[in-house]
């Protein structure tokens, strides 16, 4: 069954770096009828794509780190180990912004793509829609320091191999939730990935 909702007001509390709404809704019940009025803040922030970078015939991982303001008060600190991710512009794909993310955020080139998932990255309070991808790359020259200056990004790229990559997984290093979702899945499914894209 498909239940109901109607949104019955909708405002815009804080326009900056994110967008703050308050809306007053109200929705169908599991056990039949409406619940009462309910009012609640979202943060609207558009949606993502994101992509964990693996060389197949080199059977290496491309990772990056930077500094989130979102983790300053996390018990490792802000800097966190991530993959290649961005906001989805108006009118672009998925795809194409890992294409100019991987270039701008590691100097990466994609040469394929394995979907992953679509998923919700915090509906508590956010509207942002993860898109989640493997990329193959060639990632024999990469490394460095990368990052659009103007974007106030400087980005550390490491590059380690596929057993490094999943041990910093299990080492609880990898601690937000894009990379460990796209490394779970890079273990399951990493020597199937690798078959197809060596022999493919």
């Given amino acids: ?13 804080y326009q900056g770096f994110f967008c703050l709404q308050r809306v007053r809704l109200r929705h169908e019940l599991f056990a039949g009828g409406w619940s009462q009025d309910i009012v609640r803040e979202v943060i609207e922030r558009g949606h993502a794509a994101a992509a964990l970078l693996y060389d197949p015939v080199r059977d290496e991982v491309v990772l990056i780190e ?96 596929a057993h490094e990559a999943l041990a910093l997984l299990e080492a609880g290093k990898a601690s937000s939730a894009t990379p460990m979702l796209a490394l779970q899945w890079f273990a399951l499914h990493r020597l199937v990935l690798r078959e197809k894209w060596c022999t493919g």
């Fill in 66 to 161: 930077q500094f989130r303001i979102g983790a300053l008060e996390s018990s490792t600190g802000p800097w966190l180990v991530e993959i290649v991710a961005g906001i989805i512009e108006p009118g672009e794909k998925p795809e194409d912004v890992i294409r100019r993310e991987a270039m701008e955020e590691a100097g990466c080139e994609i040469l394929d793509l394995e979907f992953i998932a679509d998923f919700n990255l915090s509906p508590g309070g956010c509207s942002e829609r993860m898109h989640l991808y493997c990329a193959r790359v060639d990632a024999s020259n990469a490394g460095g320091i990368h990052g659009l200056a103007h974007e106030g990004e400087d980005i550390r790229v490491s590059v380690l191999s």
């Fill in 1 to 13: 069954m498909k239940y109901r909702f109607e949104i019955l007001e909708q405002s815009i509390k």
